[in-house]
C-alpha cells in the first residue's frame, strides 16, 4: 500500500484566476483574482481599492460581521466582503487550503447562483500540492445549537459528512433531506450547480432596504405562488436543499481548516452554520488540531489514514 494519501498535504491553486461578475445585493461590478498561496496562508480576502490593497481578512468564523441574507467577513476598521460562501465552499469543497482572493469591491459577483463557474474556473488552471502536512480540526465531542424549531448539531466523524434538511411552506420545496460523505467529486457533481433561491413574494421588501438589486433570473431561482419561474427550470431534483449543503460548506469553512466531523442542519442557514461553529470553538474539549501525515512516513497496512493523524493542541 502506498504511503500516500489523499489529503495529505496542503493545496492551493496552481496559477492566478480573474473572474467578473455583479453583487447579487449591490448590483455592482466586481473583479475578483484569485492568487496561488503558500501553506499555512489560509484562504484570505484582499479588498483593494485603486488597485492598492487596503484590508487582509482571514475567512475565519471570528471575523463574521452579519448573517443576513448572506456571510459577510470583515475586519475592525469597517472593511467588509459579503455573499463569501459559493466562493469560499468551491475552494473547501474542491480541498483547497490556500489562496488570495483579491476583490475590488464590498461583494462577491453572485456569478450563476452557485459556485459552478468557479469551479470551473479552479478545475481550468489545476491544483497544486504543496509539501507541508494538512491539518485538520478534529470534533471531539456532540456540539447542538437550538434556534426555535431548527437546530444545528456537529458531531465527531472521521470524515467530512454533511446532512442537510429543509421544510418550507411551499408545495414546490416543502421538506428537503440530502446528506453525503464530502468529497471534491461529490461536492463537484451533486452541489456545485445549485443555485441560490428567493421567492418572488420577497422582492420588493428586499428592495427597499436595499437587497438583492443584482438578482434576475440568470443567477436566482425564483420561486413564484406556484411556479419555478426561471424558463429553463431546476438544475437538480431537489436543488433547494443541494444549495443549501453548498452554503454550509462554505460557512463551516470558516472554522479556517478542513473539519472532521458530521454537521447535521434542520431548517438551518448561514446563521445556524455560523452559530454551530462559534459554540464549537468556544469550547475547548469539544475540539482539537491533528496534522495528516507526513508523506515520507509509514503507515500500517491495517490503519485507515484518519486514525494516523498526529493529534496537536489549540
Not at 120 to 139: C, F, M, N, S
Not at 181 to 195: K, Q, Y
Request: with cysteine; hydrophobic share 40%; net charge negative.
Amino acid at each position: 500500500m502506498s504511503n500516500r494519501f489523499i489529503g495529505a498535504r496542503q493545496t492551493t491553486i496552481a496559477r492566478e484566476i480573474e473572474l467578473t461578475g455583479t453583487g447579487v445585493h449591490s448590483g455592482a461590478p466586481v473583479s475578483v483574482s484569485l492568487h496561488p498561496a503558500e501553506a499555512d496562508t489560509g484562504l484570505r480576502f484582499l479588498v483593494t481599492k485603486r488597485g492598492r490593497v487596503i484590508a487582509d481578512i482571514p475567512a475565519s468564523v471570528q471575523q463574521v460581521k452579519n448573517l443576513t441574507l448572506c456571510t459577510v467577513i470583515g475586519d475592525d476598521h469597517g472593511n467588509t466582503v459579503s455573499t463569501v460562501e459559493h466562493l469560499l465552499a468551491a475552494l473547501r469543497g474542491l480541498s483547497i487550503d490556500n489562496c488570495y482572493i483579491e476583490i475590488d469591491s464590498k461583494e462577491v459577483p453572485i456569478m450563476d447562483g452557485s459556485s459552478a463557474m468557479f469551479v470551473e474556473a479552479i478545475d481550468e488552471v489545476g491544483v497544486t500540492e504543496l509539501q507541508t502536512p494538512r491539518t485538520y480540526i478534529k470534533v471531539l465531542k456532540p456540539i447542538r445549537v437550538e434556534d426555535g424549531d431548527c437546530f444545528g448539531e456537529i458531531m465527531p466523524h472521521s470524515g467530512f459528512h454533511l446532512d442537510i434538511e429543509i421544510d418550507f411552506d411551499t408545495p414546490l420545496i416543502g421538506r428537503q433531506r440530502l446528506a453525503y460523505e464530502m468529497t471534491p467529486g461529490v461536492f463537484r457533481n451533486e452541489l456545485s450547480r445549485a443555485r441560490t433561491f428567493g421567492f418572488m413574494s420577497d422582492v420588493e421588501r428586499l428592495w427597499k432596504n436595499g437587497l438583492a438589486l443584482g438578482a434576475n433570473l440568470n443567477n436566482t431561482v425564483a420561486i413564484g405562488d406556484d411556479k419555478v419561474m426561471n424558463p429553463e427550470g431546476l438544475r437538480y431534483p431537489e436543488e433547494f436543499v443541494r444549495h443549501k449543503m453548498l452554503d454550509a460548506v462554505g460557512d463551516l469553512s470558516l472554522a479556517g481548516h478542513p473539519l472532521l466531523c458530521k454537521y447535521r442542519s434542520v431548517r438551518g442557514g448561514h446563521r445556524l452554520n455560523a452559530s454551530v461553529l462559534q459554540a464549537l470553538l468556544a469550547d475547548e474539549y469539544a475540539w482539537t488540531i491533528v496534522h495528516a501525515p507526513r508523506v515520507r512516513d509509514v503507515v500500517p497496512v491495517n490503519v485507515s489514514f484518519p486514525e494516523v493523524f498526529a493529534e496537536g493542541t489549540h
